[in-house]
């Protein structure tokens, strides 16, 4: 019994161990990572602000105000809108655009830190391994604590942080990456979706158009980005005096135009928005009642001195220039339509047609939230509005990319899918060329010269006379297909033959002897002339089909 008992399989370590205090150790690993994440992104915000602190020549304030500032930027970073309250007029001022470019570093610190939490381990030695679900909570958690207390801290700062806004804006940026981080931990899956989905949706999200249309609507917005990109350097090259000239008269030392340039750089990514929403047709605003859009710009704005607001399309009617803009979203519905379409070839014009349809919703929506990313206020009253409307801009790309994405998928799809229909129409409609061009009688001729006598002459069919008779019906063959049959070499070449003379007689076994069979004289060749071939070799075969019998 004792034996037994020691031989017998080990429980888990997990198992063994109480309840209460089973992950705790991962979890607490877990927790600990999220709130290293957020505190590198601080670190590197105050370093950097701290740095600019140093080298100004004239600092308003002491290392706390410039910690209490990097805060304040961290929490704009995640979208949070922050309060200036040292203003002219003595009235609160919002600062609500949040440079794109900074929000990637908050994302990437996130998104490491749980899929470091989510790698695989090899389960030995009573490690734990967290479930996905668990992973995801508690480096959030982690996450969301210190980004609380950076809310708090940037409270007694300058440029302090509304708290409704935070509120939202640091989960909502904390959830998406963690989500993206676990999901690049487990290797991407894209099974189907967790079984706590109504069902109605799973069996829908298993079909194979919405993949295709998620590829479509990206491949979509990516084009749009890119038109934007492109116009917005076209335009800071087509401005580049007023480009320099405003970025020299801000400051005067190299430490406040390298903050400036760094602002700039930030700033990039929402001026392509900027720019794709302008090729889209809304536009974007520059304060109140002021607007710049492809066909005009309208309003006369009260605008900050800025190297990127100075390369700004000038005030009035459009040109055709700015109308030439309106090419991008036609690239764009053009790119929708091409990667909507699937490589089977059973697929319907409906469900391609279907397919684009999404894209171009997808497209659109991509849009519509890049737009409300990247616009906010930046100030009071003329200020209160500043970059493009998000569901203006949704909409155009959606209505640009569906009228170009439907006709182009369905163009695309004949066009690959008419290969095979042509073989199939020559399949049915091939000539029988081995029986009715004369070929099978030459290569008959051909072997039975080859063969001497030994083969009789091909019959000749009798002449007809009389009335022809009636057609006869016949049912119809199914059609038959081309095949090709490589490999075979005919060579109808003569060869130095002896074959015998036989008599006219009735031949019986008895009669086929030697000494009945006389040798037939054969023609000499020249001296080293070689053989000539009947007929020119034949290096494989074509098997054609044969026709079909006339009605």
């Known amino acids: 019994m004792t034996q037994v008992t020691e031989r017998g399989t080990p429980l888990p370590a997990a198992l063994r161990a109480p309840a209460g205090r089973r992950r705790s150790p991962a979890a607490a690993a877990c927790v600990l990572g999220g709130a290293v994440a957020a505190g590198l992104g601080l670190g590197f915000l105050a370093v950097l602000v701290i740095v600019l602190w140093i080298s100004s020549p004239y600092p308003d304030s002491g290392p706390g105000g410039a910690l209490h500032l990097a805060a304040g930027l961290w929490l704009l970073a995640h979208g949070t809108e922050l309060v200036r309250y040292d203003t002219l007029s003595g009235v609160p001022a919002p600062v609500g655009v949040t440079p794109l470019l900074l929000v990637a570093l908050p994302a990437l610190l996130m998104r490491r830190a749980a899929r470091l939490g989510s790698a695989p381990g090899d389960g030995g030695d009573g490690e734990e391994v967290l479930p996905a679900s668990a992973v995801f909570s508690a480096v959030t958690c982690g996450y969301l604590c210190v980004g609380s207390l950076a809310t708090v801290y940037a409270a007694a700062g300058p440029m302090?942080?509304?708290?409704?806004?935070?509120?939202?804006?640091?989960?909502?940026?904390?959830?998406?990456?963690?989500?993206?981080?676990?999901?690049?931990?487990?290797?991407?899956?894209?099974?189907?979706?967790?079984?706590?989905?109504?069902?109605?949706?799973?069996?829908?999200?298993?079909?194979?158009?919405?993949?295709?249309?998620?590829?479509?609507?990206?491949?979509?917005?990516?084009?749009?980005?890119?038109?934007?990109?492109?116009?917005?350097?076209?335009?800071?090259?087509?401005?580049?005096?007023?480009?320099?000239?405003?970025?020299?008269?801000?400051?005067?030392?190299?430490?406040?135009?390298?903050?400036?340039?760094?602002?700039?750089?930030?700033?990039?990514?929402?001026?392509?928005?900027?720019?794709?929403?302008?090729?889209?047709?809304?536009?974007?605003?520059?304060?109140?009642?002021?607007?710049?859009?492809?066909?005009?710009?309208?309003?006369?704005?009260?605008?900050?001195?800025?190297?990127?607001?100075?390369?700004?399309?000038?005030?009035?009617?459009?040109t055709l220039l700015t109308c030439a803009t309106g090419g991008v979203p036609l690239l764009a519905g053009l790119a929708v339509g091409w990667f909507a379409v699937r490589r089977a070839r059973e697929v319907s014009y409906k469900e391609t047609a279907l397919t684009a349809a999404l894209g171009a919703l997808v497209c659109g929506l991509l849009l519509a939230g890049l737009a409300a990313a990247s616009s906010g206020p930046l100030g009071s009253r003329g200020l209160a509005s500043f970059g493009p409307v998000w569901?203006?801009?949704?909409?155009?790309?959606?209505?640009?990319?569906l009228l170009l994405a439907v006709p182009v998928a369905v163009a695309v799809h004949s066009w690959r899918t008419r290969p095979a229909r042509q073989a199939e129409a020559l399949a049915l409609d091939v000539e029988d060329e081995w029986h009715d061009s004369g070929v099978r009688e030459l290569r008959w001729e051909a072997l039975r010269r080859a063969a001497g006598a030994l083969?009789?002459?091909?019959?000749?069919?009798?002449?007809?006379?009389?009335?022809?008779?009636?057609?006869?019906?016949?049912?119809?063959?199914?059609?038959?297909?081309?095949?090709?049959?490589?490999?075979?070499?005919?060579?109808?070449?003569?060869?130095?033959?002896?074959?015998?003379?036989?008599?006219?007689?009735?031949?019986?076994?008895?009669?086929?002897?030697?000494?009945?069979?006389?040798?037939i004289p054969i023609p000499a060749k020249p001296a080293g002339a070689p053989p000539r071939p009947l007929v020119p070799p034949v290096a494989g075969a074509r098997v054609m089909a044969r026709r079909k019998p006339p009605a």
């Open 391 to 401: 569901w203006a801009t949704g909409a155009a790309a959606f209505a640009w990319t």
């Open 160 to 318: 302090p942080a509304d708290p409704l806004s935070a509120a939202w804006h640091v989960p909502l940026v904390a959830v998406l990456a963690a989500a993206g981080g676990v999901w690049a931990a487990k290797g991407r899956p894209v099974g189907p979706l967790p079984h706590w989905v109504p069902g109605a949706v799973r069996r829908a999200a298993a079909r194979p158009r919405y993949p295709l249309a998620l590829r479509a609507g990206a491949a979509g917005a990516l084009v749009l980005l890119g038109g934007g990109a492109l116009l917005v350097g076209a335009s800071l090259a087509w401005h580049a005096a007023e480009v320099q000239a405003s970025f020299l008269a801000l400051t005067g030392v190299w430490s406040g135009r390298f903050a400036v340039l760094l602002l700039a750089l930030a700033l990039l990514p929402n001026a392509a928005v900027w720019s794709a929403a302008y090729a889209l047709g809304p536009g974007f605003a520059l304060g109140a009642g002021a607007t710049a859009t492809p066909l005009g710009f309208a309003g006369s704005p009260a605008l900050p001195r800025f190297p990127l607001l100075a390369a700004l399309p000038p005030e009035g009617p459009g």
């Open 455 to 519: 083969i009789p002459d091909l019959a000749q069919e009798p002449p007809r006379t009389g009335a022809p008779a009636p057609p006869v019906a016949t049912a119809p063959r199914p059609p038959r297909r081309l095949t090709v049959v490589t490999g075979l070499h005919l060579d109808l070449t003569p060869r130095d033959l002896t074959p015998r003379d036989l008599t006219p007689r009735d031949l019986t076994p008895r009669d086929l002897t030697p000494t009945d069979l006389t040798p």
